[in-house]
Nanobody, 129 residues
């Protein structure tokens, strides 16, 4: 069973910076997992923010491009989301997710919830104006 634990959320003013971290319990075939960050604002559905594959290729939601950076360190079993230039509309619960690709290292970048089978409990990010 894969477990994911997020940390690093908090409250900042607009223009501020936060770095989210996610530790995961994947012990083998780490490269077979694509990783992603999602968020859910109050009263809205969960949306994909960023995804990274085994080769460190990335994809981002349009509204965060140039401000957010996703990265992973398999040796530390960790996933990160560096968030700069935060805006009030970035306020949400942020979730770390992992999706396994069978048959080889994961190369399917996706911002779709349905492509991920493992989820953390979330960490709250609040940005005030």
């Amino acid at each position: 069973q894969v477990q994911l634990v997020e940390s690093g959320g908090g409250s900042v003013q607009a223009g501020g910076t936060l770095r989210l971290s996610c530790t995961f319990s994947i012990l083998t075939y780490i490269d077979y997992y694509c990783m992603g960050w999602f968020r859910q604002a109050p009263g809205k559905g969960r949306e994909g923010v960023a995804s990274i594959d085994h080769d460190d290729r990335t994809v981002y939601k349009d509204s965060v491009k140039g401000r957010f950076t996703i990265s992973r360190d398999n040796a530390k079993r960790s996933l990160y989301l560096q968030m700069n230039g935060l805006k009030p509309e970035d306020t949400a619960m942020y979730y770390c997710a992992a999706g396994r690709q069978y048959g080889g290292p994961c190369s399917t970048l996706s911002l779709l919830e349905t492509d991920y089978g493992y989820w953390g409990q979330g960490t709250q990010v609040t940005v005030s104006s």
